[in-house]
Nanobody, 125 residues
């Protein structure tokens, strides 16, 4: 079992930055691929970024490429999402998720077994 707790969300003006953190419990964090997803009101949940268990492989949705950076610190059982140049369309609830048994990462929500409770990110124009 892995428990995930996100933090770092909030209200920011367009063009600003936020850094989300996701702290994981359990001794096997380093064996999980991790992902950040988001869900805006009235929209489906979508992948934002993903990272392999080692941190050697990453994925970014086209909408955030060049603005967001995913990283992980396996010694601290934490994955991060650095979000720069934020836009109003980035407003959503952001979730981190953990996927076991992957050699790399996944962009599919159904491959992630564990989810955090979500943290709200609101970008004002």
């Amino acid at each position: 079992q892995v428990q995930l707790v996100e933090s770092g969300g909030g209200l920011v003006q367009a063009g600003g930055s936020l850094r989300l953190s996701c702290a994981a419990s359990g001794r096997t964090f380093s064996s999980y691929a991790m992902g950040w997803f988001r869900q805006a009101p009235g929209k489906e949940r979508e992948i934002v970024a993903a990272i392999s268990w080692s941190g050697g492989s990453t994925y970014y949705a086209d909408s955030v490429k060049g603005r967001f950076t995913i990283s992980r610190d396996n010694a601290k059982n934490t994955v991060y999402l650095q979000m720069n140049s934020l836009k109003p369309e980035d407003t959503a609830v952001y979730y981190c998720a953990a996927a076991p048994y992957l050699l790399s990462y996944s962009v599919y929500a159904n491959e992630y077994h564990y989810w955090g409770q979500g943290t709200q990110v609101t970008v004002s124009s």
